[in-house]
């Protein structure tokens, strides 16, 4: 079974920076990829970053473009995704996933992203 720890969420001002980290457990093979999704009060899960463990392409929404930067870790199966310039509206529950070939995709249990304005 597949364990997703995700941490570094908090409470920030607009303008600042947060880094998030997400270590996955369970699985002794790589991911096909790790990502980063949020969900905001009253509002659907969105996409918000992922990278492809093979080759390390990313891809990101556009309402995070310039500003957060997902990275892999030197550890197996971990991933990072720095925050920088935050605004209010990145105020959400951010999600790690992973995505295991032949597996349902996996779900971090959640951490609290708060940007004061």
């Known amino acids: 079974q597949v364990q997703l720890v995700e941490s570094g969420g908090g409470l920030v001002q607009a303008g600042g920076s947060l880094r998030l980290s997400c270590a996955a457990s369970g699985r002794t093979f790589s991911s096909y990829s790790m990502g980063w999704f949020r969900q905001a009060p009253g509002k659907e899960r969105e996409f918000v970053a992922r990278i492809i463990s093979s080759g390390g392409n990313t891809y990101y929404a556009d309402s995070v473009k310039g500003r957060f930067t997902i990275s892999r870790g030197k550890a197996e199966n971990t991933v990072f995704l720095q925050m920088n310039s935050l605004k209010p509206e990145d105020t959400a529950v951010y999600y790690c996933?992973?995505?295991?070939?032949?597996?349902?995709?996996?779900w971090g249990q959640g951490t609290q992203v708060t940007v004061a304005s």
């Open positions: 996933n992973g995505v295991w070939l032949g597996s349902p995709d996996y």
